[in-house]
């Protein structure tokens, strides 16, 4: 199963209370999906749960992971970086064999080797 860290469940609960117009059932829902540098990405939205999806509760958070995406997300943690250049929610992904410097993207240890698109830690777009 998915965690969030402390950090994360402070912050996620903070942006769920700030929007206005959200259900009661709304999250962050999390997603993996083919594409990015390394060939899969995290999509991340605000949204409600679809059918199939597994809901994730730590006090005023809601984190939503999608059913198709289950597998790649398991055993990953989200948190959460108030870094100057780079804030915001982050994936803590065990799975991944390599990652794009941008970190939105990834390669799963179970991929063939040798399909990613950029080494590892290396920033989207420099090539």
């Not at 597994?54 to 597998?71: K, P, T, W």
């Not at 943690?77 to 970190?103: E, M, Q, W």
């Not at 950029?118 to 920033?123: F, I, K, L, R």
């Amino acid at each position: 199963m998915m965690t969030l860290t402390p950090k994360a469940a402070e912050e996620l609960g903070k942006l769920l209370a700030d929007q206005a117009n959200s259900s009661s059932f709304a999250g962050l829902r999390l997603a993996v999906r083919k594409g990015g540098c390394a060939g899969w990405q995290y999509e991340m939205k605000v949204a409600e749960p679809e059918p199939g999806d597994v809901v994730v509760e730590s006090g005023a958070a809601r984190l939503i992971l999608a059913g198709d995406s289950l597998d790649r997300l398991r055993g990953c943690a989200v948190d959460y970086s108030d870094d100057l250049t780079d804030a915001g929610f982050k994936v803590l992904n065990p799975n991944a064999a390599r990652s794009c410097g941008c970190g939105t993207s990834f390669e799963a240890a179970d991929d063939a080797p040798g399909t990613h698109a950029v080494a590892d830690g290396e920033a989207c777009g420099t090539h």
